[in-house]
Structures are given as structure tokens and as C-alpha cells.
């Protein structure tokens, strides 16, 4: 990896509300340090915290992470067993400090194809966190874009047979309605999309709601992405200029 250097002056006004993470690296992490994969998956887990210790302090909205994709099913079932117990793990530890911090917890996607147990702790640690009113934080697991926009469409076609909608009435705001951020309402679109470990690609993730999102692609695998290194990414964002289609000012 290639020395940093960090950008030290003041936080740029212009905060991302919303900020995707693809934390991606971690078995490429530990096979490079002559460790098992499962290392690195420790070692992402615990970067977690970290990181959302400084959206809360940057004044980052919503912060969503990725991190276990439809795709990812594919992987043994002795990794899957150790990424499970990892997140329960990491549920029953942080519960109480994102409560501390008043971090509101969601988690997106096919959840129901998760362990029972996994579930369980999953809807325990939303409902206890359900009243927070801070950083909202959304972990994508059994998640892909495809599949949310595809369980979207069957919802409005349902909804126009049903007579509860019109087709003249849909649009991008009535598809909204029916993704799996339609909870998120004003937060659902994504400002800033960061990829870990090198990678160019947005690997099915939010792909309606990153529409318009500014991409940064790091060098860094997750487990190696710190506190500091996001801020410089959000100080990179606050350079930038959104346009939305329109011309420069």
C-alpha cells in the first residue's frame, strides 16, 4: 500500500447527508499477511465502529455499508458460518453504544434468507434503536439492486391490478416508494459511494439510489480504511461541484 497523505485542513461545509460504503478487501487483506481469510473479516468488522464514530462527528446523516451482497451466497458455508457469527457478534457488542450514540440501525435486503438466530438479534437491535433520531445507520446484507428493483416492479404491478395505483401514476418518485430505502424517505438517494481495496465498480449496490452520487474508489482494503482516510474522502467531496445533468455556475 502507498503511503497517505491526509488532508489536514478544516472540514469543507458541503457534508454528504447520505454515504455508501462497498467495504470491500478484507480476504485480500489477510491473504496478503499470510492469514486466513476469516482474519480479515475480524479485522473489517471492528473498522466498523470507527468509521461510524466519524460520520456521527463529520455530521454525516445516513451511512450505509455493504456488507454481504445476493451474490456472496456463493461462498463456502464455513466462510458464511464465520461471517454470521461475526455479525451477531458485532450486533450484541454494539447495540449499546450506537443507543449511547442515538444511532438509528437498519438493516436492507433479503433477510430473510438469514440464520433464525441472526434474524433475531437483527429485528431486537432495530426495535431497541428505533426511536434514535441521529446517524442513520443501514447494513446491506443479502443485498443486491437488482433483486430490490426487481421485488419493486412485482409491488407495482400488484398495486395497479389491485386497482391501487395507476400507470399513469407511476413515476421515479412512486418507484421509490417501493425500494427498500422507501423508509428513508428524503435520505434514501445516496451523495457520496465509496469502494474499498482498488476496485472500480459498484458490484449491484444501490443502484437507483446512487443515481447521481459522486464515486471514490480507494486504494485501501477495508480493514486498512480508517477514521482519517474518511475524512479525507469527505473533504475531497466538499471540492467537488454537483450539477445534476446542469451546467457549471
Not at 59 to 79: C, H, I, M, Q
Not at 82 to 106: A, G, P, S, T
Not at 211 to 221: G, I, S, T
Amino acid at each position: 500500500m502507498s503511503s497517505l497523505q491526509l488532508n489536514t485542513e478544516p472540514i469543507n461545509p458541503t457534508i454528504p447527508r447520505h454515504v455508501a460504503i462497498i467495504m470491500d478487501g478484507n480476504g485480500r487483506w489477510a491473504n496478503r499477511r499470510g492469514h486466513a481469510r476469516f482474519f480479515g473479516h475480524v479485522r473489517g468488522t471492528e473498522r466498523v465502529r470507527e468509521i461510524v464514530e466519524e460520520a456521527i462527528q463529520l455530521g454525516v446523516d445516513a451511512l450505509t455499508l455493504y456488507a454481504f451482497s445476493t451474490e456472496n451466497w456463493k461462498r463456502p458455508e464455513d466462510e458464511l458460518s464465520i461471517l454470521w457469527k461475526l455479525l451477531l457478534k458485532h450486533l450484541k457488542r454494539e447495540r449499546e453504544h450506537m443507543q449511547k450514540n442515538n444511532v438509528r440501525l437498519r438493516v436492507m435486503g433479503e433477510v430473510d434468507r438469514l440464520p433464525a438466530e441472526v434474524q433475531r438479534q437483527v429485528a431486537v437491535t432495530m426495535d431497541m434503536l428505533s426511536a434514535n433520531t441521529g446517524l442513520v445507520v443501514t447494513f446491506a446484507v443479502s443485498y443486491g439492486s437488482r433483486r430490490e428493483i426487481t421485488a419493486s416492479a412485482k409491488k407495482i404491478a400488484q398495486a395497479v391490478a389491485s386497482g391501487g395505483l395507476r400507470v399513469d401514476e407511476i413515476d421515479e418518485n412512486a418507484v421509490a416508494k417501493y425500494l427498500w430505502t422507501a423508509d428513508m424517505q428524503d435520505l434514501a438517494d445516496v451523495d457520496l459511494l465509496i469502494r474499498t481495496s482498488g476496485e472500480m465498480r459498484i458490484s449491484n449496490f444501490l443502484l437507483w439510489q446512487s443515481a447521481y452520487a459522486e464515486l471514490e474508489f480507494v486504494d485501501e482494503c477495508w480493514p486498512d480504511f480508517t477514521r482519517e482516510r474518511f475524512r479525507d474522502v469527505i473533504v475531497k467531496y466538499g471540492k467537488r461541484e454537483r450539477r445534476y445533468g446542469g451546467i457549471q455556475k
